[in-house]
Every structure is written in C-alpha cells, then in structure tokens.
C-alpha cells in the first residue's frame, strides 16, 4: 500500500498525468467531431435526413463547436493533427513537438471508435442502400456507400463515381483543395486565439467560429473533395472501411489518392498560419484587451481554442 501511495504521488507530481487527461481528452474530442460528422453525411446519403451539402456542413460545424468546449480546458481541443503540427511549429513554447505522436495518436483513436459508432449504428442502413444500388462492397463503384467513412473526389453523391466523374480533378488537385481549405481554417483559428486580437469580443465565442469556418468551408468546397481539412477526420474512418469490406476502394481508393488528405492538411495548416504570422499578426497593436491577457505576462496565443 505504501508502494502503492508513493507511486500515486510521483506519478501527480510529474507530466505525465496532465499528458495522459490531455490525451484522453482529444480521443473524446475527435470522438465527438467525427461522430458527429460522419453521422451527418450517413444521414445524408444513406437516409436522406439532411437535405443539401449546407444542412451537413451545419451540423459538422456545431459537432465541432460541442467538441472544442468539451475538452479544450484540458488538451487545447486541436482534435486535429493539422492543427497540432501547426501549433508545434509556430508555439513551440505551449506545444513542444514531444507532445506531437501523443496527440496524432489520441486524435486518430477517436476517429476509429467514432467511425465504429456508425458503422454499428448504421450498418443496416448501409446494406439496403448497396443492395437497392447494387453496389457490391469493395468493388467500383462502392465509394457511393464508403463516402460515409473516408472521403472521395469530386463528391460521389453528385459526379458519381465513373471515368468522368475521375477526370475532374486528380489526386495532386484533390490534396491542392484540401490543403488550402486547411490554411483558411488555420488562418482564422490563430486570429480567434490571439490575446492581441481586439477586434474578438470574447474568447469563450471562438469554438462557434471555428466551427462556423469549418462549416462554411465545406458548403464551398465539399462537392470537389467532401471538405476534410483533418486527417484524423479521413484515414480514422477509412481504416474502419478497409476492414469493414470496402478494402482497396477505402485505401488506396480508386485514384490511389487517399494520401491527398493527409498531406494537403499538414501543408496547408502551417501555410495558413505562417500567413497569419508575417503578413496579420505584426500589424496587431501591442495592447492585449482587457481580462485576456495570461497571468504570466505572455502575450503569445495559446497552443489551443480556448487554453
């Protein structure tokens, strides 16, 4: 029991307790950012519960604002490894890149168990939707029921998923579009989170435009990729299709392009920020507003939403 107690008390006295709540946090957040999302789109396209892609970019939008005030007092709700990648490299003070294979992997934990949510809950929605379509699992075509999981371009549900639709835009195209959708979100959560930002009302508002920008930003461009602007978001539930049946059409994918959002976010994110830095940030005043600024004096942004 002594041994027992000690231990306890190294181990609250040391960081890798706040690392693992931190941790534990960001599986709740991605959790609840991508159930929510990938919920939405199997509503969409296996129900036809919303109706257009601006009803499924507003509720990705609010599961992301419910995911950020969730745990952002804990882990700073990045929730995104784009977004932790861009933290690290322009905070590296609040959020060294130790704390980075931790995050991606807590990030991409909650992607699959949400991914596993809908698969379960929906599951037989998604058998009738293949068999009233004919669509056999795995084989071409199948993206139609898989763009539940990871994402497709153009958008299966309104190109289809044949030579024409593929011509529109390639994988280099596809990781184009989502790398700077990526540096948009990137640019206008580094401006939310800025202590020198006096033109923000109250921090406690930027999860709503965080998520409002997210939501935006897939009404303009979800029809070309389905909008990820997350990583987690896409390889998380496209490992669940893979094992799930949907194999070489969830990875590689038809295109072989599922790579197209890994790396587009991570270019882009940091692009995004840097424009915020060097080309936003030094026009800033040198007054932080009032009630805002960190007890220690700093006037650097945090490492997360709402830290």
Sequence with gaps: MLLKAIS??????????????????????????VVFGTGAVAAAVLTGAQSGIWQVAVVWGFGITIAIYVTAAVSGAHLNPAVSLTFAIFRRREFPYTRLLP?????????????????????????????????VRGAPGSQQSAMVFGEY??????????????????????????GFGTAILLLVIFALVDRRNASLPTKYLSPFFIGFTVAVLISLFAPLTQAGWNPARDFGP?????????????IPGPSGGFWAYIIGPLVGGP?????????????????????SQSSDGDDDPPAGPLE
Aim: one cysteine or more; aromatic letters at 12%; glycine letters at 12%.
């Design 271 to 291: 692009l995004g920020a840097a424009v915020y830095e060097f080309l936003v940030r030094p026009g800033l005043k040198g007054r932080i507003p009032v009630g």
């Design 8 to 33: 306890l008390a190294m181990l609250k006295g040391s960081s890798i307790l706040p690392m693992l709540r931190a941790c534990g946090a960001e599986v709740v957040g991605t959790y609840l950012l």
């Design 238 to 250: 496209r490992l669940v299709a893979y094992f799930a049946g949907w194999g070489n059409i969830a």
């Design 103 to 135: 995050y991606w992997t807590s990030q991409l934990t909650g992607a699959v168990l949400a991914a596993l949510t809908v698969l379960w809950l929906y599951g037989p929605f998604i058998a009738r939707f293949e068999s009233e379509r004919g669509l």
């Design 153 to 178: 371009f153009p958008n299966p549900a309104l190109f289809g998923t044949g030579p024409d639709a593929q011509s529109l835009i390639s994988p280099l195209g596809a990781a184009v579009v989502e």
